[in-house]
T-cell receptor, first 110, second 112 residues
Framework: DTGVSQDPRHKITKRGQNVTFRCDPI?????LYWYRQTLGQGPEFLTY????????KSRLLSDRFSAERPKGSFSTLEIQRTEQGDSAMYLC????????FGQGTRLTVV | QKEVEQDPGPLSVPEGAIVSLNCTYS??????FMWYRQYSRKGPELLMY????GNKEDGRFTAQVDKSSKYISLFIRDSQPSDSATYLC????????????FGGGTRLMVKP
């Protein structure tokens, strides 16, 4: 499968715990994005990497969120001290021109 | 007010009907326009990608952009039950780092 891969697909965590998600982009794509989508809404931009450089972050990305893309390949999104409001689908996309999305990681904070 | 607006639906049509899905946007800097299809609990799938105004056709799908009125449309001909999904429009400007701004999505149901 040469598409965008995300792991895990589902994550249930207790409030206050830390979680980390992984995204493997399409190999020739140098741009990688993280979005968050809540039920009934469109995806909202969180952050953007070009190669290993994090070039843009949304104000939605609070201090509890951190994203990395070491060596410009896969990326991780970590949420520290999770809150119930963090429950959402976290989507990763990669692009050369148009963006292609992975299947997402559905996070439930209980 | 959101930068990209869509009627959330649901829009229910019989199989074989022509479907018209629409978005309006407010940011004049948007130059690229996309339609994504999203099935329940799945990631968005790119359907159409257009630059500036005009029409683009791909099989049963036609995307139309009217920048003068800031209006984007997606037409689906001969709709099938498998087209039942949420359709998201997305816009991007030239200097936004490829960040997409999405509408809230329109849920489409095609009944056999």
């Amino acid at each position: 499968d040469t598409g965008v891969s995300q792991d895990p697909r589902h994550k249930i965590t207790k409030r206050g715990q830390n979680v980390t998600f992984r995204c493997d982009p399409i190999s020739e794509h140098n741009r990688l994005y993280w979005y968050r989508q809540t039920l009934g809404q469109g995806p909202e931009f969180l952050t953007y990497f070009q190669n290993e450089a994090q070039l843009e972050k949304s104000r939605l990305l609070s201090d509890r969120f951190s994203a990395e893309r070491p060596k410009g390949s896969f990326s991780t999104l970590e949420i520290q001290r999770t809150e119930q409001g963090d429950s959402a689908m976290y989507l990763c996309a990669s692009s050369f021109s148009e963006a292609f999305f992975g299947q997402g990681t559905r996070l439930t904070v209980v | 007010q959101k930068e990209v607006e869509q009627d959330p639906g649901p829009l229910s049509v019989p199989e074989g009907a022509i479907v018209s899905l629409n978005c309006t946007y407010s940011n004049s800097a948007f130059q690229y326009f996309m339609w994504y299809r999203q099935y329940s609990r799945k990631g968005p799938e790119l359907l159409m990608y257009t630059y500036s105004s005009g029409n683009k056709e791909d099989g049963r799908f036609t995307a139309q952009v009217d920048k003068s009125s800031k209006y984007i449309s997606l037409f689906i001909r001969d709709s099938q039950p498998s087209d039942s999904a949420t359709y998201l429009c997305a816009c991007r400007s030239l200097n936004a780092g490829n960040m997409l701004t999405f509408g809230g999505g329109t849920r489409l149901m095609v009944k056999p």
